[in-house]
């Protein structure tokens, strides 16, 4: 069992930036992978970064050049550093985890983000 906590959402003007990051109960160095998603009011949940045990990296199109995912594996920590951000980036967080390619993925209870015009 997994648990994933979020932090760092919040209220921001567009052009601004902020960084989420999300605290795992385990360690996290085998990880199979870990990531972001986002679901926006009235929005199915989308895919915004994920990050591999081998550090490869997977972005959305509309986010590539903007965000960066990156792992602390001292802090079992995944981060997700957003820049120049759009009130289309407004939307719930959630970071995703899955120990193994067969196993369940699981998630944490989502950080809001915020992006005014």
């Known amino acids: 069992q997994v648990q994933l906590v979020e932090s760092g959402g919040g209220l921001v003007h567009a052009g601004g930036s902020l960084n989420l990051s999300c605290a795992a109960s385990l360690n996290i160095f085998r990880m199979y992978v870990m990531g972001w998603y986002r679901q926006a009011p009235g929005k199915q949940r989308e895919l915004v970064a994920t990050?591999?045990?081998?550090?490869?990296?997977v972005y959305a199109d509309s986010v590539k050049g903007r965000f960066t995912v990156s792992r602390e594996n001292a802090k079992n920590t995944v981060n997700l550093q957003m820049n120049s951000l759009k009130p289309e980036d407004t939307a719930v967080y959630y970071c995703?985890?899955?120990?193994?390619?067969?196993?369940?993925?699981?998630w944490g209870q989502g950080t809001r983000v915020t992006v005014s015009a």
């Open positions: 990050i591999t045990s081998g550090d490869s990296t």
């Open positions: 995703n985890a899955r120990p193994h390619s067969f196993s369940a993925d699981y």
